[in-house]
């Protein structure tokens, strides 16, 4: 059996590894790249038809070259390798990797040359685990036509043996390429001004210098080529843009304290942009690390924020080493960490819509915020909580906040629909939900939904074309039959859909909801934004499900995969149980995501291959499943044939159950290919 999950019974053990890769860089506390040399002036990457892979998923070995972060190449198993023909002997001098889902996970890797007869270790060691960018490794120079990649799995937010790089390149000092260039009197084109880091175009910077009360701020088109050596500049590694706010600097005329921070403004920079929560999705992702804070009472410094017309609506704010999430006035609203170091990159985002604010984390969200406020802005950069008169420290320029950005992107959907809370989390006006990178549909490009998916567009009952219901008449009442294990009743009556919205129901005397796709297939891909809540004060708990079912009954023989089950309408986890096929005595795993509140909106989705079964929460993967026969059992994704299956089950029995809705906003289905 191989597979990485959130919960595990033993963990997976790796080689020792001569060398780790990841360390911090005194003095500002910046991320250092790993056995960092000079850098190499000549690329020899080869194209897609030069790579090649011992073993992959159905992410593929070219993908680790096409230049894009958003593809990857995946091979399972220690020992897993990636190989590059550089076409002709080359004299290498570092490879450059970036790493999928590179802020939770540390690839324990070795990088090998090819010497004629065999292969040569010339670097051993692990990713950062701090950053999704590539990271250099540098090794003593080496004659080779080949270089390879041998994976040893992760560690890091979990362990596993998967290897999984977004990119690789080979690179070369000497000046030999084939490309021509190389010249040792040009050195390689370095960062000068933030903007060379940065998209800033759609962006204004306040600074704490200038008059009183009426701070500095620099606008397009002058903001293009703008950079100040103190405040606001490129780091030395030219990677990242270095924000800087001492506790005496100039301040805004409605704040005491001082900000070296960008301000959203519209497209070209021209004028101050103002989005409302309620039309239209809003993101912003950024990776930063927060790099000083000031000496005395006050270590506090905001690194993001979301703005409103009169003041802030929720801002990521460092308090020494506690890292919170405010929601308007409430400082301590959500804590993400006690225990922040200085100079340790993460990925955060804010996604705006339909009336609420999700904060992400590192992939994870952290909280959601209600927000209605039609004058809304993004900012990022430091703003220092503290001043002369409050710090009880040093009042001078060398007492201050500081954080480092090193990537910014912004993005905007149109708005064009009427605004209301359709739950929808696409906030785009038409459902596709295109930019929407917290499903996976969208993010690993699955094309166009199957036209069995159910937008819920209508009202009444669930359509007949796309959906079964119970076909009974138990206790004489039509489209009935018998719950789960005899408790109460499964009924049609109980699955209604309106407003855009199906909403299931599960009633104090244990009639509850349950339909079925009317779709039959082996492999498949589904993805179902839902949510669910007690709506009564007491009583046994209903057992939201998302399941396929064994199209021939009998899961002893056939599996089954409950890929989103938990016991409580208002669970602070999600959990799931996969069944093997082939397995008289019910064999099966059990994978857990915490903490996850069950009654916001989320995007479940899940993947059934003929190699493996792969699950989802807000576009990121949350377990990974493939084979493990034995004498017991089949290999767990081999199900003959299933169903999709929405449910409230019923556990308790013919009543003194806690009434409860689960509420389901779409589902898509999409074809394996």
């Not at 301590?332 to 200085?342: G, K, N, R, S």
């Amino acid at each position: 059996m191989r597979h990485t999950r959130s919960t595990r019974s033993a963990p997976w053990r790796r080689r020792p590894a001569l060398a780790t890769a990841a360390a911090l860089a005194t003095g500002a506390g910046l991320l250092a790249v790993p056995a960092m040399a000079q850098a190499a002036d000549v690329e020899l990457t080869p194209d897609a038809d030069g790579v090649s892979a011992s073993t992959s998923d159905e992410n593929v070995a070219a993908n680790a070259v096409d230049g894009d972060l958003r593809t990857r190449w995946s091979g399972e198993g220690d020992g897993a390798w990636l190989e590059l023909d550089l076409g002709s002997t080359e004299t290498v001098t570092e490879v450059r990797l970036a790493v999928h889902q590179g802020t939770t996970r540390q690839n324990v890797f070795e990088i090998q040359a090819w010497d004629g007869s065999g292969w040569q270790t010339v670097y051993d060691g692990e990713s950062s685990g701090t950053t999704t960018q590539l990271e250099t490794f540098a090794f003593e120079p080496v004659e080779t036509s080949r270089i390879r990649y041998l994976g040893h799995g992760y560690e890091g937010e979990g362990e596993g043996d998967w290897n999984s790089l977004t990119e690789i390149e080979v690179w070369s000092g000497d000046g030999d390429g084939d490309d021509g260039g190389g010249d040792d009197d040009d050195p390689p084109p370095t960062a000068e001004v933030p903007a060379d880091v940065l998209d800033l175009s759609n962006w204004k910077v306040t600074l704490p210098i200038g008059e009183e009360e009426d701070p500095t701020e620099i606008f397009q088109p002058e903001l293009a080529s703008y950079s100040h050596d103190e405040y606001f500049t490129v780091t030395e590694s030219g990677d990242g843009v270095r924000f800087r706010a001492p506790i005496n600097g100039v301040t805004t005329g409605g704040s005491s304290n001082p900000r070296s921070e960008l301000r959203e403004m519209v497209e070209d920079g021209s004028d101050e942009i103002a989005w409302s929560a309620t039309e239209g999705t809003h993101t912003m992702t950024l990776r930063e690390a927060f790099t000083s804070v000031p000496e005395g009472d006050r270590p506090y410094v905001v690194g993001a924020q979301i703005h409103g017309g009169d003041d802030d609506i929720t801002a990521l704010r460092l308090e020494g080493s506690e890292l919170w999430i405010t929601d308007g006035d409430t400082r301590h609203h959500h804590l993400i960490t006690d225990d922040y170091e200085l100079g340790t990159f993460f990925e955060f985002r804010y996604v705006v819509s339909d009336g609420e604010i999700d904060v992400y984390f590192n992939g994870q969200l952290e909280t959601t915020l209600e927000n209605e406020d039609s004058s809304n802005y993004f900012k990022a950069g430091a703003y220092t909580q503290a001043n002369c008169e409050n710090a009880n420290g040093p009042c001078s320029d060398d007492n201050y906040g500081e954080t480092v950005i090193t990537d910014l992107a912004v993005s905007h959907g149109d708005g064009s629909d009427d605004g209301s809370d359709d739950g929808s989390g696409d906030g785009d006006g038409d459902g596709d939900g295109s930019d929407d990178s917290t499903q996976a549909a969208v993010r690993y490009d699955w094309g166009t939904p199957h036209p069995i998916s159910d937008e819920f567009d209508y009202t009444g009952a669930v359509d007949p074309e796309r959906w079964d219901v119970p076909s009974g008449e138990e206790g004489g009442t039509p489209q009935c039959w018998p719950g789960h294990a005899d408790n109460g009743r499964r009924c049609g009556k109980n699955s209604v859909v309106g407003d855009g919205i199906l909403t299931m129901t599960g009633e104090e005397n244990g009639d509850t909801g349950w339909i079925r796709q009317n779709l039959d297939t082996q492999y498949g891909r589904w993805e179902i934004r839902s949510r669910s809540r007690n709506v009564g004060d007491e009583g046994g708990l209903y057992h939201p499900l998302h399941l396929i079912w064994p199209t021939a009954g009998n899961r002893l023989e056939n599996g089954e995969y409950d890929w989103v089950e938990y016991s409580d309408p208002d669970a602070d986890c999600l959990s799931g149980w996969l069944h093997y096929p082939q397995s008289p005595t019910d064999e099966k795993e059990r994978v857990e995501h915490c903490p996850m509140d069950m009654n916001e909106w989320h995007n479940f989705a899940f993947e059934w291959t003929p190699d493996e079964l792969v699950g989802y929460v807000d576009g990121e993967e949350w377990f990974r499943l493939a084979d493990g026969a034995n004498e017991d059992r089949g290999n767990i994704q081999d199900m003959p044939l299933g169903n999709l299956v929405i449910q409230l089950d019923n556990f308790t029995g013919d009543g003194g159950l806690r009434p409860a809705v689960y509420e389901v906003d779409w589902v898509r289905f999409y074809e394996v290919n």
